[in-house]
């Protein structure tokens, strides 16, 4: 389809192993946003790249998080050493910089860590 | 500290009724404020945006109201149908220049709306 695809929709994690989510993007769209959603909130920023320039990562909640996006399409965010309150659904969303802040979201990928 | 307050975790109406769901920030530097809309186990989608140089903008049944001088806007939906039922997100765009040009959405914690037939 056009939209936004992430991968996988559902993983489970036991505490401490490594965890890698899977973003593609609408394609020709520059701005790519990863958000962590917890049962009960909105969505929290974590990262913004701009093609593949990490230009913001103030949201990324501790250094076991790391996302890259090396060609400037597809992105992955990685969680290493899961915790217990990395448990969320991570939404992906793309849009076309400069634009009136629309963004398009991808269905997320829930990540339950046991 | 939480930029996107939106104070009403469930809204319930009937059908055909008005639903106005409300939204406050505290930030100033926000320029765009928009709303999405949220069912389960899917992402947000887009529904209206509003400039903060503007007061209102309309999209059939929507309507978003912006009123800078409280830092308060609202949607409204009229009339109101059942496949209105969801998560109602308000969110704000900041632009952080001094970051070569980021941006990024602030969200509230969202609204249940419920439409009763």
């Known amino acids: 389809g056009a939209g936004v695809s992430q991968s996988p929709r559902y993983k489970v994690a036991k505490r401490g192993q490594d965890v890698a989510l899977r973003c593609d993007p609408i394609s020709g769209h520059v701005s790519l946003f990863w958000y962590q959603q917890a049962l009960g909130q909105g969505p929290e920023f974590l990262t913004y790249f701009q093609n593949e320039a990490q230009l913001d990562k103030s949201g990324l909640p501790s250094d076991r998080f790391f996302a890259e996006r090396p060609e400037g399409s597809v992105s992955t965010l990685k969680i290493q050493r899961t915790q217990q309150e990395d448990s969320a659904v991570y939404l992906c969303?793309?849009?076309?910089?400069?634009?009136?802040?629309?963004?398009?979201f991808g269905e997320g990928s829930r990540l339950t860590v046991l | 500290d939480q930029q996107v307050k939106q104070n009403s975790p469930s809204l319930s109406v009937q059908e055909g009724r008005i639903s106005i769901l409300n939204c406050d920030y505290t930030?100033?530097?926000?320029?765009?404020f928009l709303w999405y809309k949220k069912y389960p186990a899917e992402g947000p989608t887009f529904l209206i945006s509003i400039s903060s140089i503007k007061d209102k903008n309309e999209d059939g049944r929507f309507t978003v109201f912006l009123n800078k001088s409280a830092k308060h806007l609202s949607l409204h939906i009229v009339p109101s149908q059942p496949g209105d039922s969801a998560v109602y997100f308000c969110a704000a765009r900041v632009l952080t220049t001094r970051i070569g040009g980021s941006e990024k959405l602030v969200f509230g914690k969202g609204t249940k709306l419920t439409v009763n037939p």
């Open positions: 969303a793309s849009s076309l910089y400069g634009e009136t802040g629309e963004l398009f």
């Open positions: 930030n100033s530097m926000f320029d765009y």
